[in-house]
């Protein structure tokens, strides 16, 4: 079981900028597939964003892609996910999760085993 400190969120206008970060303990960031979720309020938690293990292959949903980046640094056993041109609409929670799969990309929460804490992210118009 790897734990997840999610850090970076905060109120931001619209077109801005944010960098999250996800610090992991008890488990390396390139032995799992590692993802951002976010959980619009009053809505289903929802996929942004995931990183392979090792070889580090990216996806994106498709409301986020251009706009968000996720990033490993192996060294300091953090993810990242630079998050430009936010609009009001991402504002949600934000969750970094792990799993132990493959090479595949997981997509769906019950994919993910471990979850943090959430960072709130707010946009304003």
């Known amino acids: 079981q790897v734990q997840l400190v999610e850090s970076g969120g905060g109120l931001v206008q619209a077109g801005g900028s944010l960098r999250l970060s996800c610090v992991a303990s008890?488990?390396?960031?390139?032995?799992?597939?590692m993802a951002w979720f976010r959980q619009p309020p009053g809505k289903e938690r929802e996929f942004v964003a995931a990183i392979s293990r090792s070889v580090g292959r990216t996806y994106y949903a498709g409301s986020v892609k251009g706009r968000f980046t996720i990033s490993r640094d192996n060294a300091k056993n953090t993810v990242y996910l630079q998050a430009n041109s936010l609009k009001p609409e991402d504002t949600a929670v934000y969750y970094c999760a792990a799993a132990s799969v493959g090479s595949r990309v997981p997509t769906s929460n019950g994919d993910y085993h471990d979850w943090g804490q959430g960072t709130q992210v707010t946009v304003s118009s």
């Open positions: 008890g488990g390396t960031v390139s032995s799992y597939a």
